[in-house]
């Protein structure tokens, strides 16, 4: 057993308002940079910051899995997590400003299983998902540039 945690960061091409902004509103924003690893996507209550509530599937790895989540803000503006209702799978977005940029961090921590699945589990689902990860803050950077966030070229 044992926590299991993966992360991924990148350079965003916009200011850390505007980046934030679109992490945290579900309603508007967010759904268009999840990539296709993820579907069925709902907001359930709320849409914008602490107290949202949504719901999807994950694939990977030729598994799907189901998530109802729920949003806090530790740091309004700066940190918002995401943690699921039914295990104890929490994924943090923390964006700090870079100049006219920012860094944004995905970072997802959870209660990895036993035996032999947890085996399996700690060799490949940090590397499936470091590659989500990946791909969805390359999204962000597009959907930012989209929306004439400013910035110099991608790092």
Request: net charge negative; no cysteine; hydrophobic share 35%.
């Amino acid at each position: 057993m044992g926590t299991i945690r993966v992360e991924a960061q990148a350079v965003i091409d916009a200011p850390a308002p505007a980046v934030y902004g679109y992490v945290a509103d579900h309603r508007e924003h967010h759904p268009h940079f999840l990539p296709p690893a993820f579907s069925d996507f709902e907001v359930e209550q709320g849409g914008v910051g602490a107290g949202t509530i949504t719901r999807f599937k994950v694939t990977a790895g030729g598994r799907s899995r189901a998530y109802r989540m729920q949003v806090a803000e530790p740091e309004p503006g700066r940190v918002l997590t995401e943690s699921d209702t039914g295990s104890s799978l929490v994924t943090t977005w923390t964006v700090t400003p870079v100049g006219e940029r920012s860094q944004v961090q995905i970072a997802t921590a959870w209660d990895g299983a036993g035996g032999i699945g947890g085996v399996f589990e700690r060799l490949f689902a940090p590397r499936v998902m470091r590659g989500i990860y990946l791909d969805e803050l390359q999204r962000l950077n597009a959907y930012a540039r989209e929306r004439g966030g400013g910035g110099g070229e991608p790092s």
